[in-house]
């Protein structure tokens, strides 16, 4: 199981108006001999540092090796 939190801030030449992209993700994973099955998810506010461009994102994962 893992968390990760990130903040990123662009600095622009221009005068415009800059937003902060912040980034929560929390990953878990189980494996058993050669299979792993995993869940992921994604939440980021202000993609493209654009105010109220939130995404989310959110992935299971099945890997098999033999």
Do not use: P
Request: glycine share 6%; proline share 0%.
């Amino acid at each position: 199981i893992s968390y990760g939190n990130e903040k990123s801030h662009r600095n622009l030449i221009t005068n415009a108006t800059e937003y902060d992209i912040k980034i929560d993700t929390i990953q878990a994973a189980y494996t058993m001999g050669g299979m792993t099955i995993a869940y992921v998810n994604n939440d980021a506010d202000n993609a493209n540092y654009t105010i109220g461009a939130d995404r989310s994102a959110q992935q299971v994962v099945l890997s098999v090796a033999f």
